[in-house]
């Protein structure tokens, strides 16, 4: 099993980003595709997820409205756009496989977002 996440970078408040997982190793369509942070200090959260073949969502009220989950199953890739970037959103993501007691995570993409 194989997540490769890209598109991480340093981007100035108010500026956008798109990241992208790549996913290998397993029925991707199956699984639900979650975006996790983690910033320096603090604790791993949840960004957002999307289920498998229905594609509902579900994001973080910090993120919502700002930042969009997407799903494109025939490329087994998860995306996260991002959108009005504020400083607060500095931190590595991570995007994260699950299946019954099934979990996969990727070694995450930095994003700053500074001035």
């Known amino acids: 099993v194989h997540l490769v996440e890209s598109g991480g970078g340093l981007v100035q408040p108010g500026g956008s980003l798109r990241l992208s997982c790549a996913a290998s190793?397993?029925?991707?369509?199956?699984?639900?595709m979650s975006w996790y942070r983690q910033a320096p200090g603090k604790e791993r959260e949840l960004v957002a997820f999307?289920?498998?073949?229905?594609?509902?969502?579900h994001y973080a009220d910090s993120v919502k409205g700002r930042f969009t989950i997407s799903r494109d199953n025939a490329k087994n890739t998860v995306y996260l756009q991002m959108n009005s970037l504020q400083p607060g959103d500095t931190a590595v993501y991570y995007c994260?496989?699950?299946?019954?007691?099934?979990?996969?995570w990727g070694q995450g993409t930095q994003v700053t977002v500074s001035s």
């Open positions: 190793g397993f029925t991707f369509s199956s699984y639900l």
């Open positions: 994260k496989a699950s299946y019954n007691i099934l979990n996969y």
């Open positions: 999307i289920t498998g073949i229905g594609g509902a969502t």
